[in-house]
């Protein structure tokens, strides 16, 4: 019963996300320095709702292992959180002012090709090893997104720049 709590969760997820820019293009009056300001300070909220009702335990355990630990690996955690924090609020800037200024279809498109950005940067940075298979996956994969290019050069930046800011982050 529990792995289809965690597909439930899953699709649920992938269903906000892919529904997320309707309503954000509603917002376009909005400047989007400010749409991201409502938006962090709401999942800070929920956030703090959440652990601080249901996960109380979790929350102190994981201070106790951070208090415990070296002074290097704080600092570790502590830069590496920052880094993430910062590459994750970029990332929503610049998705919020894509589908904002530039098209849904564009703010769309970063996410497409965030994957292959992702393969490829943890080839790169984090010396991952890719098999055959793999190497056609991710070539198979970039030319199905070469054939959706519409030929827009500004929408194309911008969503390599959405998916690379993305991909940084789940690196970190």
Known sequence: MKTSRYYLAALTAFLIWGFFPLPLRQLTT?????????????SVLVLLVLHGVGRVG??????LQYRAAARAEQ??????TVVGGLLLMSNWLLFIYVINQ???????FAYLICPIL???????????????????????????CTL????????????LVVA??????LIT
Request: net charge positive; no cysteine.
């Open 30 to 42: 909005y400047p989007s320095g400010q749409i991201l300001l409502f938006r962090v300070l709401l």
């Open 58 to 63: 979790v929350v102190r355990a994981t201070l």
């Open 75 to 80: 600092w570790r955690v502590a830069g590496g």
């Open 102 to 108: 530039v098209s849904v279809q564009a703010g769309s």
């Open 118 to 144: 992702l393969s490829l940067l943890g080839f790169l940075l984090l010396r991952e090893r890719l098999r055959l298979p793999q190497w056609l996956a991710i070539g198979l994969s970039a030319l199905s």
């Open 148 to 159: 959706l290019v519409t030929g827009d050069v500004r929408s194309l930046l911008m969503s």
């Open 164 to 169: 690379i800011t993305y991909a940084l982050y």
